[in-house]
T-cell receptor
Framework: SQQGEEDPQALSIQEGENATMNCSYKTSINNLQWYRQNSGRGLVHLILIRSNEREKHSGRLRVTLDTSKKSSSLLITASRAADTASYFCATDAEDSSYKLIFGSGTRLLVRP | SAVISQKPSRDICQRGTSLTIQCQVDSQVTMMFWYRQQPGQSLTLIATANQGSEATYESGFVIDKFPISRPNLTFSTLTVSNMSPEDSSIYLC????????????FGPGTRLTVT
């Protein structure tokens, strides 16, 4: 079953603008990851943030984690048309088995 | 990093038949996972396939419907048996980046349509 919800479900922005996606989850976690999926293809790992971290950066990506609210956000700055994709958060399962539980995803459209 | 290939990339199958999906990794990995992604939906884990042991299935998935083989550390297969239109999905395999970490590498997926 899915760990949580992401919002918005869909987001349409102009190239150059920032895109923010939010993820909520239900159980305690060791870490949270963000993945990107282009057009029904395989997923690409973007970034992992551990439960004892509050913020992490990678290039144009900024991820925050608030374990008290069981939520995370992914910010993509200065978006490009090539950022158009679906973005999923994923958390580790409670049984520490290295399984991932994915959120519902946000479909991002960046208009040129 | 790991490079993962899946075969077939897509298929259209008749109701009641079975399809076996292959997942090949270019390096030896311990953990391999199979996911289903129904149209417009997120990923749902079907099972974990570790070499040398039986696959572990998630709630709602059974071995008779989705038998899995893991003959070695670089290869696995997932069979979708006795298919119905509800099985139309993208099926993805993934591997753990390395033991002790949670990041996963994903294959390109197999798009299955059942008519």
């Amino acid at each position: 079953s899915q760990q949580g919800e992401e919002d918005p479900q869909a987001l349409s922005i102009q190239e150059g603008e920032n895109a923010t996606m939010n993820c909520s989850y239900k159980t305690s976690i060791n870490n949270l990851q963000w993945y990107r999926q282009n057009s029904g293809r395989g997923l690409v790992h973007l970034i992992l943030i551990r439960s004892n971290e509050r913020e992490k950066h990678s290039g144009r990506l900024r991820v925050t984690l608030d374990t008290s609210k069981k939520s995370s956000s992914l910010l993509i700055t200065a978006s490009r048309a090539a950022d158009t994709a679906s973005y999923f958060c994923a958390t580790d399962a409670e049984d520490s088995s290295y399984k991932l539980i994915f959120g519902s995803g946000t479909r991002l459209l960046v208009r040129p | 990093s790991a490079v993962i290939s899946q075969k077939p990339s897509r298929d259209i199958c008749q109701r009641g038949t079975s399809l076996t999906i292959q997942c090949q990794v270019d390096s030896q990995v311990t953990m391999m996972f199979w996911y289903r992604q129904q149209p417009g939906q997120s990923l749902t884990l079907i099972a974990t396939a570790n070499q040398g042991s039986e696959a572990t299935y998630e709630s709602g998935f059974v071995i008779d419907k989705f038998p899995i083989s893991r003959p070695n550390l670089t290869f696995s297969t997932l069979t979708v048996s006795n298919m119905s239109p509800e099985d139309s999905s993208i099926y993805l395999c993934s591997v753990g980046r390395q033991l002790g970490t949670y990041e996963q590498y994903f294959g390109p997926g197999t798009r299955l349509t059942v008519t």
